[in-house]
């Protein structure tokens, strides 16, 4: 009879710890972890695993943990949470800044960095320092597994909007997540509103249902074994930090629920929105083409002024800024613009080639 009730006891725990998970609490949130920008860095970063723990997520999502050390820090943090399992993609052109921690074991399904925006515009527009890209991890979840995608694409710059860019990795990521046929979250910073062609593109060419409206350019989208029960803005209150009221990272954090349940996959909705994406490329090619005859014409004629005088005077410097400007201008008719066009085109027929996929599942 002690054997028997002793038995009993060891074995609870593990019956409890195989039950399946029924909710699933997901958290994407952009961290504000940029070097020599964000102000008190590190200690916004050491707050995050505290501000993170009262909303007892199963899975965080983080943006723009870009240090490998501030990573290691946050991934200590949260396993003290109950975040035991996580990776950051760091180094070794993975410098994505991506971050995913969870309760349950994770395992990396794949990375891949974004095609687009890896060219610079304008030199201190950084994004194309970084290594932005999408990260797939499978999550173990009790009794169901499922993929989550971590991104961040592209930022907007004042007037400048990286529009094309943006459509360009919204492409990408569409194309990639073909490749995935699991319960899948979609989490991160699209620097898109919900109305924007690249959203809209996103979601009709994968079948994905917006889990979070109206919520900003942060956003979680799922497909395939999800219903969402709700949705809550969080952490976007200041906090007391070295000796201010501060908020820990100039996003708000998303936090949705999220129940595991068989749904069907919903069909794409590509056809009603391609002709709109490819009319889109038209244009960008079309612009570029004008632009970069252009940029090509001025910065020659630039380049020949320059040459011309050289040799005839010694106040130079006005010659050598103008030469870096006709560089500049022949780098965006030869290299940057024609580049673009033909990388969103490309991406814009490997989109087309799989497009009716989720429809003929």
């Known amino acids: ?34 070097p020599y920008v964000t102000p008190h860095l590190d200690a916004r970063l050491n707050a995050v695993a505290d501000a993170l723990q009262p909303l007892e997520p199963d899975v965080v999502a983080l943006q723009e943990v870009w240090d490998a050390e501030h990573g290691a820090m946050l991934r200590e ?16 052109g993975r410098q994505a800044g991506l971050l995913v921690a969870s309760r349950w074991p994770i395992e990396e399904v794949a990375f891949e960095p974004f095609r687009m925006g890896g060219d610079p515009l304008v030199p201190w527009h950084v994004d194309y320092m970084a290594d932005k890209g999408v990260a797939l991890v499978r999550v173990h979840a009790p009794g169901r597994d499922f993929v989550l995608a971590n991104t961040h694409l592209q930022a907007a710059y004042g007037p400048f909007r990286y529009t094309p860019i943006r459509v360009g990795q919204m492409l990408q990521l569409a194309s990639m997540l073909d490749r995935v046929h699991e319960p899948l979250v979609v989490a991160g910073d699209l620097n898109t509103e919900q109305n924007e062609l690249g959203f809209r593109a996103l979601v009709a060419r994968t ?13 979680m989208l799922h497909r395939g074994g999800f219903t969402t029960l ?12 070295e000796g201010e009221s501060l908020r820990l990272s100039d996003h708000d954090a998303l936090l949705v ?16 929105v391609r002709d709109e994406v490819r009319a889109f490329v038209r244009g960008e090619a079309a612009d570029w083409s004008r632009r970069g005859s252009v940029f090509r014409i001025f910065g020659l004629l630039a380049l020949a002024w320059v040459f011309a005088r050289w040799r005839r005077t010694r106040r130079r410097g006005s010659l050598r800024a103008l030469a870096l400007a006709a560089l500049a201008l022949l780098y965006l008719g030869f290299a940057y613009g024609p ?17 009716t996929t989720l429809a003929s599942r």
């Open 1 to 34: 009879m002690r054997l028997a009730s002793i038995l009993a006891l060891l074995l609870v725990p593990a019956f409890a710890h195989a039950q399946p998970a029924e909710h699933v609490r997901v958290v994407s949130w952009n961290v504000w972890g940029v």
């Open 77 to 92: 943090r949260l396993a003290a949470i109950g975040l035991t399992h996580a990776l950051h993609w760091s180094g070794d």
């Open 207 to 219: 079948g994905l249902i917006d889990a979070a409206p109206g919520f900003g350019i942060d956003a």
């Open 230 to 241: 709700a949705h809550h803005r969080a952490l976007d209150t200041p906090v007391p930090l």
């Open 257 to 272: 629920e999220l129940a595991l349940a068989p749904t069907a996959v919903p069909a794409s909705h590509w056809s009603g």
């Open 339 to 355: 580049g673009e066009a033909s990388a969103l085109d490309r991406l814009l027929h490997e989109s087309d080639d799989v497009g």
